[in-house]
């Protein structure tokens, strides 16, 4: 059996979140579900603790539209936890109609991206105090459809919530390449597209349109086992700058392999966080 290494996982309360949860603890790791919503988050922790034993499993409460909220998870983590060993960048949210986080953004791209920008920086020094600190962003293969624009981060004159949802994407892809040219070779960085799943980040779509997408969707274990791996297997140590798929294809934008823009966008996250580049 491997050494017990400690995982965070954003949005672990259902989903794919949930799934990778689960594998992760079933092989004896430590677990902790950063999570907005309390009571589901406990009724999680209180499943999988049933379902491996074995594993320690903790809630957090983490509301990564807030960035106050986040500073504050981080500090009681790194209080609590000197090190960590893997945080998976899993939690996104996919509305139909224009929603702000607390400081302002938009909020795809202020949850799926700047939230976890903000809190991969603040959480980096405990991840350095592994001797295999793992990254994992969830981007998807939607990245193809986003672009970044400065100017919508703070909302759009027309929303268009796919638009949205592909440059929250893109930005969480080119932020882990981003992070793999800039970290030390002891922490990696790497994106996963999970495939089709079947996730809370639809629950806002017509329920009509939902039960009809649902016969195309996989369930979210196969993505949560591939996560799985990609946070705690061996073979993964070392590998950093990679974009797999755990499910179908995986055409890949040239936007998110323009070293410029990953350079401006990057500075210009640093900027609207408050946080100081690595």
Not at 66 to 95: E, K, Q, T
Not at 118 to 138: A, K, M, N, Q, Y
Not at 200 to 211: A, F, Q, S
Not at 266 to 272: F, R, T
């Amino acid at each position: 059996m491997q050494d017990a290494k400690t995982v965070v996982i954003t949005g672990a309360n259902t989903g794919i979140g949930f799934a990778t949860a689960r594998h992760v603890a079933g092989r004896g790791h430590r677990v902790i579900l950063a999570c907005r919503n309390r009571a589901r988050a406990e009724r999680a922790v209180e499943s999988l603790r049933g379902e491996a034993p074995h594993g320690g499993v903790a809630f957090r409460e983490l509301d990564l539209s807030s960035f106050d909220s986040i500073h504050r998870f981080a500090d009681a983590l790194r209080s609590d936890h000197p090190v960590i060993d893997v945080l998976v960048n899993n939690a996104g949210v996919f509305p139909t109609r224009q929603r702000f986080t607390e400081e302002g953004f938009e909020q795809q791209i202020g949850v799926n991206y700047l939230g976890h920008f903000l809190l991969t920086h603040l959480l980096v020094p405990t991840i350095r105090e592994s001797d295999d600190g793992r990254i994992i962003h969830l981007s998807s293969i939607i990245h193809n459809l986003g672009s970044i624009e400065f100017s919508t981060f703070r909302g759009r004159k027309r929303y268009r919530g796919i638009a949205a949802y592909g440059q929250s994407k893109l930005a969480n892809l080119m932020f882990s390449n981003e992070l793999a040219r800039r970290l030390p070779a002891s922490v990696t960085s790497n994106a996963l597209h999970p495939g089709g799943v079947d996730s809370d980040i639809y629950r806002e779509l017509p329920r009509l349109v939902y039960k009809a997408l649902r016969l195309i969707l996989i369930s979210p274990e196969r993505a949560g086992r591939y996560i799985a791996d990609m946070a705690v297997s061996p073979e993964w140590r070392g590998r950093t700058g990679e974009f797999k798929s755990a499910h179908g294809p995986l055409p890949v934008s040239r936007r998110s392999t323009d070293a410029d823009l990953s350079r401006r966008l990057y500075e210009k996250s640093c900027e609207l966080t408050g946080v100081a580049a690595l």
